[in-house]
């Protein structure tokens, strides 16, 4: 018992101070992807609270944070202006429906954890895993220039003189103090100290610069004050519950899963590479489904997991749950009792942070193994980085899986080769190597000179593997070919369940497939499980 509360405590120290850190940075993404949605700060921040929470605490990847992120909040924007178009002005319609969605999306993300679908994210390659860090990092870098504008005259316009270079040193401060830091000592978070720094500079030097507070009152925004989360009965008040409803909040719903899902899954995968620990992807479904359903009823906009914060955690120092809750739980203590503190940090600070993330997050190695990859890696990666930017993250990995998947295809419907000897009894032997489906089809039917064969023919599929049905129906019609041309023709060394499925399509295949081989190859690639048991009880 002592030595399972001593691991649980060992990084106590570095997991509060990753989370207060985290905190500060949660708090100007929430309230930006709340204007983006075109929903009020709180929503934002209260969803930044309740799903970080639930997810540390249930998730199946300690250390990552999450809460709302850009990625959810554009698909938000249309369906939060059709929610209030079918509702009477100023009844912000929009909301309860975007509640009423985001509860959905939950329920969808914890079938999906129900149904064991997160391992499907080990399918992704590596080059769309590389591709969507480096979009990623581009979006961050782009979400951050908008700190480098100003409202004059009622328009947004980029700063200039003073202000602009001001801005830049504080930026670069802040960096300078986050690069720094850990030359001299590691026992101080450089991110927070970095924070902590320039927060004191600006209010001691009463700099003009602008700060969480502005940023919050310049989208609209009264402040960060605010009580609990309230759970929402106006939705069941407002929503009606019908097939007209699901029909306009289902597509949003499925959308908002699959982009929330697949941004935690690959977020969940690059944490793992960084820490060199694994996490559970099913159990992370689950959570951030559970998270939805409880922040849709509770009032928040939705989220899933945050790249850009589980960094800084991660290189902050939080690696267990603890880091993750003390940021979820601190952000509702700003809102509660410490909003006007906070909203005196200046946006520089948590810009230069963000600045240091993009850095951190970029793949940079991917320059330097442009040459070195295939032609085709190297389309997939620069596409899944260019439709993370233009589109998002959800287009962007179905994009790079589907081209992996064709250009994988393809490679493999090219190595099907076929051997022919001829045995002294006069009978011609096919000997068939490759994968066998549906790509090779072509080429494996092209191998055969059914006409001018000689009256007993042999196909020997030691070294092939028959992976679908479209190979079997490839198998099928050759078998036909041969015996309306009136010759003989026998299977060897299928594998068990192709000749399973063959014995099933037709009863003949019973007469047409031997099942007496003696080629210990054969007898390896059939049964690997009793071979590799065989050889563990052989090594004992």
Known sequence: MTDFIRKRVANAKDDILSGLTVALALVPEAVAFAFVAGVDPLVGLYAAFMIGLITSVFGGRPGMISGATGALA????SLVAEGNAMGAEGENLGLYYLFVTVILMGIIQMLAGVFKLGKFVRLI???VMMGFVNGLAIVIFLSQLGMFTEIVNGEQVWMTG???????????????????????????????MAILVVSAIVILGNLDVATVGSFIKEGGGEGLKGGLPQFQFAIFEKIPFNMETLRFIGPYALILAAIGLIESLMTLNLIDELTETRGNANRECMAQGGANIITGLFG?????AMIGQSIINIKSGGRTRLSGIVAAVTLLMFILFASGLIEQVP???LVGVMFMVVIGTFAWSSFRIMNKIPLSDLIVLILVSGLTVVFDLAIAVFAGVIISALVFAWENAKR???????KDDGTKVYEIWGPLFFGSI??????FDVKNDPANVEIDFVESRVSDHSALEAIFNLVNKYEAAGKSIKLKHLSE????????????FREVIVEDVDDPRYHLAANPEKFTKSLSEYSL
Do not use: Q
């Not at 554009?74 to 924007?77: A, C, I, N, S, T």
């Not at 099907?416 to 001829?422: D, F, L, Q, Y």
């Open 442 to 447: 072509s080429a494996f039917n092209e191998k």
């Open 300 to 304: 928040g906009m939705g989220g899933c």
């Open 416 to 422: 099907i080769r076929a051997r022919k000897r001829m």
């Open 74 to 77: 554009v698909v938000m924007v």
């Open 347 to 349: 946006i520089a600070a």
């Open 497 to 508: 369940d192709c000749k399973m499925l063959l014995y099933k399509a037709s009863p003949k």
């Open 162 to 192: 003073n202000k602009l270079w001001l801005m830049i040193g504080l930026v670069a401060l802040t960096m300078g103090i986050m690069y720094g830091l850990p030359k001299l000592t590691k026992k101080l978070p450089e991110a927070l």
């Open 125 to 127: 390659p590596h080059p």
